[in-house]
């Protein structure tokens, strides 16, 4: 699993004109193809009526899969500039369509390339980037005694306090990024005076805004 990458926060839509064309992106999270396809398909359905659905997606952590749909425009005018477009936001799991309303005005292709490119860009833009950063669930258990100055310290530190519960004993439920495990361990040990029970449980990722 990849430590961290970047991707859509979700859903998302934006519009520009260019020369009188309307150019509708619509952007979703995808992590298969098949969702990636279906997303397109119903983009598709949905403006039937426009000239051209262009489409470009790519998927899985090392960009396996990757495909760009001109949809009736010029070869390489369309699907390739969206997907450079992707690419050079390091974006994974990603799908764009961009709708074609035609307004009588030819752009060619040097104009085509930039108005997908700049449609692309700036539906990321509205939809939202977000890093997803693989975090370790680290579960804390310490006397009661020993709360005050452990809750404390973890909220003035990069951890995340994740929950509290209140059992026998005290159980903290902390994230820690992938790889500062043993760091965490021991600056708790060192805090607690040995006097804490320290287990790994399970992973996740966890999402901040770009």
């Avoid at 839509?13 to 992590?31: D, P």
């Avoid at 990757?66 to 690419?87: F, Y």
Wanted: hydrophobic letters at 30%; a negative charge; one cysteine or more.
């Amino acid at each position: 699993m990849l430590t961290s990458y970047y991707t859509v926060k979700g859903d998302g839509q934006n519009e520009l004109v260019i020369q009188k064309s309307r150019f509708i992106t619509h952007v979703k999270r995808t992590t298969t193809e098949e969702e990636a396809q279906d997303f397109i398909q119903y983009i598709k359905k949905t403006h039937h009526s426009a000239n051209h659905n262009c489409s470009a997606y790519l998927i899985g952590e090392h960009d396996l899969i990757q495909k760009a749909n001109d949809d009736g425009e010029p070869s390489g005018t369309a699907g390739v500039p969206m997907l450079e477009v992707l690419k050079k936001r390091h974006l994974k799991d990603t799908t764009v369509v961009v709708t074609r309303y035609f307004g009588g005005i030819k752009l060619g292709a040097g104009g085509l390339i930039r108005a997908y490119g700049q449609a692309v860009s700036e539906g990321l833009n509205e939809t939202g980037i977000v890093e997803r950063k693989l975090m370790t669930r680290i579960s804390i258990k310490i006397d009661y005694t020993l709360l005050g100055k452990v809750e404390n310290e973890i909220r003035s530190s990069n951890y995340l306090l994740n929950d509290i519960h209140y059992l026998e004993q005290v159980q903290v439920i902390t994230f820690v990024e992938s790889g500062s495990e043993d760091t965490f361990k021991e600056w708790i040990t060192n805090l607690t005076s040995g006097q804490a029970s320290i287990t790994e449980d399970g992973q996740l990722y966890n999402e901040y805004d770009v």
